[in-house]
């Protein structure tokens, strides 16, 4: 599998960006996908997460009700819609992604995901 993460940029507090994840060597059907963030001097963190098929997704609470994870199944592709955009998003963001289901309570462990993307960097700033 490999994950071609896209999208980040340079955004005004209040701000939308929409990041890209293009998949190949496997289906959203059959992968859990997620994306993570690196701030400067902070350890990476999950802050979404869609399950196969995209049964289910699931987020940071930091970031419910502002960010969304989609998918175009013809393009086989994630996105990473993020709106109302904050200073503290600031970070590079990666697309991850395992084959098969993970419960809930693993989904923000880096561990358990084997595949990345390279990482594209958002800016939050005024």
């Known amino acids: 599998v490999q994950l071609q993460a896209s999208g980040g940029g340079y955004v005004q507090p209040g701000g939308s960006l929409r990041l890209s994840c293009a998949v190949s060597?496997?289906?959203?059907?059959?992968?859990?996908i997620a994306w993570f963030r690196q701030a400067p001097g902070k350890e990476r963190e999950g802050v979404a997460y869609?399950?196969?098929?995209?049964?289910?997704?699931t987020y940071l609470d930091s970031v419910k009700g502002r960010f969304t994870i989609t998918r175009d199944i013809a393009k086989n592709t994630v996105y990473l819609q993020m709106n109302s955009l904050k200073p503290e998003d600031t970070a590079i963001y990666y697309c991850?992604?395992?084959?098969?289901?993970?419960?809930?309570?693993?989904?923000?462990?880096?561990?358990?995901?084997?595949?990345w993307g390279q990482g594209t960097l958002v800016t939050v700033s005024s």
């Open positions: 869609a399950s196969p098929r995209f049964v289910d997704r």
């Open positions: 060597g496997g289906t959203t059907a059959d992968l859990t």
């Open positions: 991850a992604a395992r084959w098969g289901r993970l419960v809930l309570s693993a989904r923000h462990l880096e561990k358990h995901y084997d595949y």
